[in-house]
């Protein structure tokens, strides 16, 4: 039995502004008026209806307790309606020895399609014995507010270096509703970013392998070899050089698990490849991945990208999985799991230096952001702030943090299995500044969440 059923106004990272509670004042639940949905995973949205009872001391005062359920219809429609009003509408909720209170966004509403105002009862009591609330809610049940910032280890680069892990509260996966993409002495603003979340589903989280030096490919194709150039420009001081002595379109080198890690059972997962290249000379080439197992004969092409004449960039290649099949891969299987690199010679003359790969997990929360402004500027702290909003909508901002937060300028964002899993969790990051890829690119995250839940939540 619920103690507590309320519908609460309010914003999302606010106070409550406004309650009216649906089991004191005046209502109360009828007998089994409630039924609670149970939401899936591919629920964007679940329905209930809530069967009320309302009493009053006079009909002027039960048209008043009915005038307040009327208001909070109208309320839960505005938000559904308007983007820019700030308040939503909560179902929040307790069962008798629950520890503490849930509560979901309701989405869209529904007044009783009609109620019972002329049998005796309602003329001698100024009751209404049945009137149904219907409500459409989010799938998910959350807390009360947010947990957060949490703290974490920053990583070291931003190529393919993992953050130190953070614990996700919550038995369901959690929204992420805020996180601070932030400067950590960047010489240069980074402009873009890849993020990809990882727990212990795939494996040991800690194992995964998110950095793939080209250098140490276990096999190197036409006019490729691995070389040390000694600049400082390369991240391990290692690459795969190809020099186009045959210009056409080949396989220039071959990276597998087993050349990188030799944890290759906490490998498994669906990744965004990002090549980390240049070209030197006048050369401008097209460069492809594929993927497969190492010594077989069948592989998966991706795209073409086009690299043209200049210092390293990070390009996105595509998306590849470990296992590169169907088969039920482990052990030696997943050793052999692949990457192959293509290239071709479309213009001019130099050669191509292939730094690595970054391999950022897709399957658990991932996020490309362009268009970021993340930089020390002279004192003036640039950040980026990612946003998931109740209705799992999602908005991205470059703002100055030291500016009470002031925007200046919209962040372009694309999201891919949003939200963060329960449990520990950690990121893998690939990033640069607007005109090239330096070792010294580096940010941080912030992540602030809110805990999830499909049924319960209990004492948690």
Request: contains cysteine; proline residues 4%; glycine residues 8%.
């Amino acid at each position: 039995m619920a103690t507590i059923l309320q519908l609460v106004r309010r914003e999302d990272f606010g106070s409550d502004i406004e309650t009216l509670d649906l089991l004191s004042g005046g209502f109360k639940i009828a007998n089994d008026g409630w039924i609670q949905a149970v939401g899936n995973e591919d629920d964007r949205s679940v329905s209930e209806v809530i069967t009320l009872r309302a009493d009053g001391s006079s009909d002027n005062d039960l048209s008043t307790k009915l005038q307040s359920l009327d208001t909070k219809v109208k309320q839960i429609i505005w938000h559904r309606d308007d983007a820019e009003e700030r308040y939503g509408v909560w179902l929040r909720t307790k069962m008798e020895n629950e520890s503490n209170t849930r509560q979901a966004l309701i989405v869209n509403a529904r007044r009783s399609p009609g109620i019972l105002l002329n049998a005796p009862y309602v003329r001698n009591n100024s009751i209404v014995r049945e009137y149904q609330l219907g409500v459409n809610r989010s799938p998910w049940w959350e807390a009360t507010a947010h947990d957060g910032p949490l703290s974490m280890t920053d990583p070291a680069d931003a190529l393919g270096s993992l953050t130190g892990s953070i614990t996700i509260p919550g038995s369901h996966q959690a929204r992420l509703s805020l996180m601070d993409i932030r400067d950590i002495s960047s010489p240069i603003a980074i402009s873009k970013a890849w993020i990809g979340a990882r727990s212990d589903r795939f494996g040991v989280k800690e194992n995964l392998q998110a950095w793939w030096n080209l250098g140490n490919s276990g096999t190197f194709g036409l006019n490729t070899s691995a070389v040390a150039p000694g600049d400082g420009t390369a991240k391990d001081n290692l690459i795969a050089r190809c020099t186009f002595v045959t210009p056409s379109m080949q396989p220039r080198c071959t990276i597998k698990v087993e050349n990188v890690t030799a944890n290759d059972t906490d490998q498994r997962g669906r990744f965004a490849v990002i090549l980390r290249a240049r070209t030197d000379g006048s050369a401008f080439a097209a460069v492809r991945i594929a993927s497969g197992f190492y010594s077989a004969s069948t592989w998966a092409v991706k795209e073409k990208i086009i690299i043209p004449t200049g210092s390293y960039q990070l390009y996105a290649m595509g998306e590849v999985t470990f296992p590169p099949s169907d088969i039920p891969a482990s052990g030696s299987d997943m050793k052999e799991s692949a990457i192959r690199v293509d290239a071709q010679l479309l213009s001019g003359s130099g050669n191509l230096d292939m730094n690595g790969l970054c391999l950022i997990p897709v399957n658990e929360g991932f996020m490309y952001l362009s268009n970021l402004q993340v930089f020390d500027d002279a004192g003036v702290d640039k950040r980026a702030r990612v946003y998931q909003l109740p209705d799992d909508t999602f908005a991205a901002w470059n703002f100055i943090s030291s500016a009470t937060n002031k925007p200046i300028g919209k962040v372009d964002l694309t999201i891919q299995n949003p939200g963060l899993p329960a449990g520990s969790v950690l990121f893998a990051v690939a990033g640069q500044n607007s005109s090239l890829s330096r070792l010294d690119d580096r940010f941080g995250l912030s992540p602030t969440v809110m805990r999830r839940y499909a049924t319960l939540r209990g004492s948690a």
